[in-house]
């Protein structure tokens, strides 16, 4: 067992160093690009019209992209272990385990739109922070364009960094990524419109599911960070408990009230939910507040729960089903 546990530690080592001083790789060997490039494919050649059909086919979609992704990425690092062994194992797990979450990316994507907004360039912030949301931003105001850039960082600390690693603590790499096709095909069919209520309803609620504990579970280090960082934990908490059913996710609200709540502001998007009792926020550095908070409420999940939890349970785990597969194809 504790032959293992260096090697894991390794692991998680190199995927931190690569998101904090490489980041993501280019579209063209990002393998979450290429997920979204299967569920599409699938996606065209399902029929529209008959609504149980849809469902269905919706479904058998969504299993075999998770299946196709897992069983790959299992039967890689399988191989990778029984031919260049554990050292290298571990360096290419680091390595792909990166690519399934994004920590220091959000950083990234959010300071354009606060150097454009402190420049006094609304339009340009609204186009930059039209890179991180799928709602029309055309007409934003700046306190609005605050709020939509800073809920997206605040949504992304469950679906991109605490989820993803939560699943790998527990299960490895393969279990890292089920949940990041699981994620992908939400974000691309899970849209309650003509074209997807029934094709993306498997996923939609695929998606509820898997992210049902880590919504509710980051909470405390959100608070914990906020105490850290000298915020309004407080405030946090309770937001987080009288707003966490505003959007029409059951999950999306614990935790992004939190934030709102921690910082002193308002969370809006116009039509659909409020967040928080503070004003909307009218300052662009409240966005490096909210990357601050969700930086160190994930380093805090990671250090106290997936590292021991990868070293004692989710290496031995991924270990096993490389040796099972491997059995299974005679190797």
Known sequence: MFELVPYAFL????????????????????????????????????????????????????????????VMVLLLMALVRDVLGLLVWAIVGGVLLKTMFAMSAMGKHIEPVREALLAGDLELGRQKAAMMVSRDVSQLDKEHVISCAAESAAENTVDSIFSPLFYFGLLGLPAAVAYRVSNTLDAMVGYLNDKYRYVGWFSAKLDDCTNFVMARAAVPFILLALIILGKDWRAGWGASK??????????????????????????????????????????PDVLRDTIKVMTMASYLFVLTVVVPLYLLVGAEAQVFLEDLLLGLIGV
Do not use: C
Request: glycine share 10%.
């Open 11 to 70: 692991t998680m080592i190199v995927a931190l160093l690569v998101d904090r001083f490489i980041g993501e790789p280019p579209n063209a060997l990002h393998p979450v690009v290429w997920m979204g490039k299967v569920i599409s494919f699938f996606d065209k050649r399902i029929s529209r019209g008959h609504p149980r059909r849809e469902r269905f086919f919706g479904m058998v979609m969504a299993l075999a992209v998770i299946l196709l992704f897992s």
């Open 242 to 283: 009288k707003y966490h059913d505003q959007t029409l996710s059951p999950n999306k609200g614990w935790h992004m009230s939190a934030f709102a709540g921690g910082l002193g502001i308002r969370f809006e998007k116009i039509g659909w939910y409020v967040m928080g009792d503070g004003p909307l926020p009218s300052d």
